[in-house]
């Protein structure tokens, strides 16, 4: 009698822990639309959703956010050319968030359709500074977070890498492609940049940092920069040294130190 009703009770326990286990499985939640927003869209569409004026097209009151299959398409795959929202064209590129999961896209879609946008803080601490920005663009002060120097990469106005190439593209002109200062430093919030995110993953700028380093390319617009290629040139005078070394050594030097190695061979 007793076996039978440890067996019972074993059977129950099983089946009780088994219905525990799938009841705590369907009740997980999937991914929060707005903290996805906000890692992934805010730095340029802003935390209300209303974008950045000439640069980042607002999905606040966006008629396009209302078809998800379309939104989904251009978070997967991204989009570049003209876009007219509202009114107002845009364009830019946007590039493809393939990090995100189905499930995070499909969050995120339902949250941006909600057009209820929580303010995220993405706005610059107070007004950038120039000089500030240029030292943190060359590493000769530290970020707070621990993020490597943008001269590491980059290229601005006359800070070139002496003249070659960099892993990045030449920011002189980002200002100008990006619409003003503002976007600029908005954009710093979240890089865009496939190859910077996890660069600075757990790195982040403040916003002092963005807006002082915004500050500083946006005084490049109006530089003229005459570049000079000096790895080229080093390059050159280090050949052209070398030659006349080769010929300053006596000639007959030369033949025996010729005979020499042929006769070792």
Known sequence: MMRA???????????????????????QEGPDGREVFLANCAACHQGTGTGVPGSFPPLLDNPNIQ?????????REGMSGPLEVNGVTYDGEMPAQSQLSDAEIDAVIAYIQVGVFIPADTAPAGPGGAEAGEKLFLGRVGLENGGPACHACHSAGPHGNLGGPTFGP??????????????????????????MQ???????????????????????????????????????????????LIYAFPKRNRVNYLRQLRSRS
């Open 5 to 27: 009703v440890s067996r019972v009770l074993a059977v129950t326990g099983v089946l009780l822990t088994t219905f525990l286990w799938f009841a705590s499985a369907g009740a």
């Open 170 to 195: 030449d920011l002189t002109d980002l200002v100008q492609r990006y619409g003003g200062t503002e976007a600029v430093a908005a954009a710093l919030a979240n890089p865009p940049s496939v190859t």
């Open 67 to 75: 078809d998800a299959s379309h939104v989904a398409t251009v978070i």
């Open 198 to 244: 996890p660069v600075f993953q757990g790195k982040a700028l403040t916003d002092q940092e963005r807006a002082d380093l915004a500050a500083f390319l946006g005084s490049l617009r109006t530089r003229t920069l005459v570049r000079v290629d000096l790895l080229w040139i080093l390059g050159l005078a280090g050949a052209a040294a070398l030659l006349g």
